[in-house]
C-alpha cells in the first residue's frame, strides 16, 4: 500500500513545460509520486515520456515549472546532482563496456574513489538479497542481456536510490526473468523505495503498479488504478481511441518456400557476437514465422546473414532456386525480399537525410519509377511514394520532409516498415518490428505484416516480445546460443514452453 493517503510526496512535478523549437515536448505536467509506490508512466510514442524523465534525472533543464523533491524545490543540474537527491535510472538501452568486469562496469558510475575488491562484495551482497544473481568478475561481453541488466540494477541500487527509474525494463527479458525482476521490486516497495515505471506492455503496468499517469500530446490527460482497468482501456487512454489488436485467421496454408536456409554457420568478426551453428529453416508464402529469443543470442547475426550484410556459403541461403549466400542486399532486394534490421538510426536509416531520401537509399535498385532518364532521380514519383507511405503508416511529423533523426522513435519504426510493406516484397525479413512503438503503432504494423503474409508474401519476424510473436506467428522458433529450435505450429506451444527454450533448456526437456 502506498503512503500517499499520509499526504507525503517524494517527487511533485509543477507545471513542467519544455520545448524544442515550435514544438511543446510536455506542456504544463503535474505528477507526483508517494514513497513506496511503483508508479506508472505511460503514452504514446511522442508523448513525451522520455523528455520528462530526462529532466527529472538531470539530462535536460525544463523551460517552465518546477520539481519539487521531499516537499523543497530543487534544480536538477545534472545526473550527478539526481543521484545526489536519490534518483536512479535504469535506461532501456545499457551503458556498459563489454570488455570491462560487472564491477568495473559499477565502479565507472560510482561518485567518488572505491575500492574495487570491497565493491565487487558489496554488489554480490546486494544481488543476493534481491535474488538478482550476479558474478560481479564475469566480464561483461560474456553475460547474456538479462544478466547485463541485473548489473544496471545493482548499479543503481547500490547508490541506494529513494525513486528507480526503470525505462521498458522488461523488453529483454524471458518470462522467467521478468517473474523475478517483479519480485524484487515488490521488495524494494516494502522497503520503501518508490519505482518509475515506464513501459509499453499494459499488462504488466496492471499487474505490477499501483498508479498510473497518462501522457498524450505532452499533456497530462489522467491518473487511473491499473488494476481497475482492462488492457483495452489503458491503450485507449493513451491514444485517445479503441485499439483493435491483430487477430490471426486459424493456421496458415503453406505456399511455395520463397527461403531455404541448410546447414548456416557463421563466426562474426565482432568477439562479443555470437556464432551461428547449423540453421536450418524454411520460409513460406503466406505464413508467419516467429523467432523467438533473449536479446544477444544471434539475433543479429542471423538477420546478417539472411539480409545479405555478411556473405556465406553460397548454397547456404536459397531464395526460391536461386544460391544467393554470396549475393548482397541489392541483389537479393532484386530477387523479391525485403529487409528492416533492429537499429533505426545509423542502420535502417541515415539520421541526417531526409524520409525520401532514405526511401530511395534503399528502393534505388529495385523501383524504375524512381529514376528518370540518364538515372536522375524522380524527385516528384519519391515524393509520391514517400508520401503514400507516411500517410498510410500515420507517420507524425513536425515538417514536409523532415530528418529521420527528428521522428520519434516510434514514428520512425513506423516510416521504415511502411518502406519495405509498400513494396509487396515476396519475402520480408524483420528485427524487432514494435520495439519501443506504442499499443497503437503496434497494432497497425502486427495487422500490416499480417495482411502482407496474407496476401502470399512469406515473413520471417525476430521479435523479444513474446505477445507478439504469438498474436501473429503461425509457427515458431527459439534461437538461444546461436542455435535454433526445430519450427513448432503457434497453437501447440506456450509461454512457459517458449521461455524455457529461451532460457537454455532442450527441446526434450522444454
Not at 496492471?206 to 500530446?217: E, N, Q, V, Y
Not at 502486427?446 to 520471417?460: E, N, P, Q, T
Amino acid at each position: 500500500m502506498t503512503q500517499q493517503a499520509a499526504g507525503q510526496s517524494l517527487l511533485r512535478l509543477s507545471g513542467i513545460t519544455k520545448r524544442f523549437n515550435e514544438i511543446a515536448a510536455n506542456d504544463g505536467v503535474d505528477f507526483e509520486i508517494v514513497p513506496g509506490e511503483i508508479h506508472a508512466l505511460v503514452g504514446e510514442n511522442g508523448a513525451g515520456k522520455s523528455t520528462l524523465v530526462k529532466m527529472i534525472y538531470g539530462l535536460l533543464q525544463p523551460d517552465e515549472g518546477e520539481i519539487h523533491w521531499r516537499g523543497q524545490a530543487v534544480a536538477v543540474a545534472n545526473p550527478k546532482a539526481a543521484r545526489a537527491l536519490g534518483v536512479g535510472m535504469v535506461f532501456q538501452h545499457f551503458s556498459l563496456f563489454e570488455a570491462l568486469t560487472a564491477a568495473e562496469n559499477i565502479a565507472m558510475a560510482m561518485d567518488g574513489k572505491v575500492d574495487l575488491a570491497t565493491l565487487a562484495e558489496e554488489a554480490q551482497a546486494l544481488a543476493e538479497k534481491f535474488g538478482l544473481p550476479l558474478d560481479a568478475n564475469a566480464m561483461v561481453g560474456d553475460l547474456s542481456v538479462g544478466e547485463r541488466q541485473r548489473i544496471e540494477i545493482i548499479r543503481c541500487l547500490l547508490q541506494k536510490p529513494a525513486l528507480l527509474i526503470l525505462d521498458e525494463p522488461t523488453s529483454v527479458l524471458t518470462p522467467q526473468e521478468a517473474d523475478r525482476m517483479f519480485e524484487t521490486l515488490a521488495q524494494l516497495k516494502q522497503e520503501g523505495t518508490s519505482v518509475l515505471y515506464i513501459s509499453h506492455r499494459l499488462d504488466e503496468v496492471r499487474r505490477l503498479c499501483d498508479r498510473a499517469t497518462i501522457l498524450r500530446g505532452g499533456k497530462v490527460v489522467t491518473q487511473c488504478v491499473p488494476a481497475e482497468e482492462s488492457v483495452e482501456s489503458l491503450a485507449a487512454m493513451m491514444v485517445g481511441e479503441q485499439v483493435h489488436t491483430a487477430q490471426r485467421e486459424g493456421s496458415a496454408i503453406k505456399g511455395e518456400r520463397r527461403m531455404q536456409i541448410r546447414n548456416l554457420n557463421y563466426k562474426p568478426l565482432n568477439p562479443f557476437g555470437v556464432s551461428l551453428k547449423n540453421i536450418t529453416l524454411d520460409l513460406h508464402a503466406g505464413v508467419v514465422v516467429g523467432i523467438a529469443g533473449v536479446a544477444g543470442n544471434g539475433q543479429s547475426e542471423l538477420f546478417e546473414c539472411m539480409s545479405g550484410e555478411v556473405l556465406v556459403e553460397p548454397k547456404a541461403i536459397l531464395l526460391g532456386d536461386t544460391p544467393v549466400g554470396q549475393l548482397g542486399i541489392n541483389a537479393r532486394r532484386k530477387l523479391g525480399s525485403a529487409f528492416c534490421p533492429e537499429e533505426r538510426n545509423g542502420h535502417a536509416a541515415v539520421g541526417e537525410l531526409s524520409l525520401s531520401q532514405n526511401l530511395y537509399l534503399s528502393r534505388q535498385s529495385t523501383d524504375s519509377v524512381l529514376s528518370g532518364a540518364a538515372g536522375v532521380i524522380d524527385l516528384s514519383a519519391l515524393s509520391r511514394v514517400t508520401q503514400s507511405v507516411i500517410q498510410e503508416m500515420d507517420v507524425r511529423k513536425t515538417a514536409e520532409d523532415p530528418p529521420a533523426a527528428s521522428l520519434s522513435g516510434g514514428n520512425l519504426q513506423k516510416f521504415l516498415m511502411g518502406r519495405e510493406l509498400s513494396r509487396n516484397p515476396q519475402l520480408l525479413i524483420i528485427n524487432q518490428p514494435t520495439w519501443g512503438v506504442d499499443a497503437m503503432a503496434a497494432a497497425h504494423i502486427r495487422k500490416a505484416i499480417m495482411a502482407l503474409a496474407k496476401s502470399g508474401s512469406a515473413v520471417l519476424v525476430i521479435s523479444q516480445d513474446l505477445d507478439e510473436l504469438f498474436e501473429i506467428s503461425d509457427y515458431l522458433a527459439v534461437l538461444h546460443d546461436g542455435h535454433l529450435s526445430n519450427v513448432m505450429p503457434t497453437e501447440q506451444c506456450t509461454f512457459s514452453t517458449i521461455g524455457v527454450l529461451m532460457g537454455g533448456a532442450s527441446e526434450d526437456v522444454a
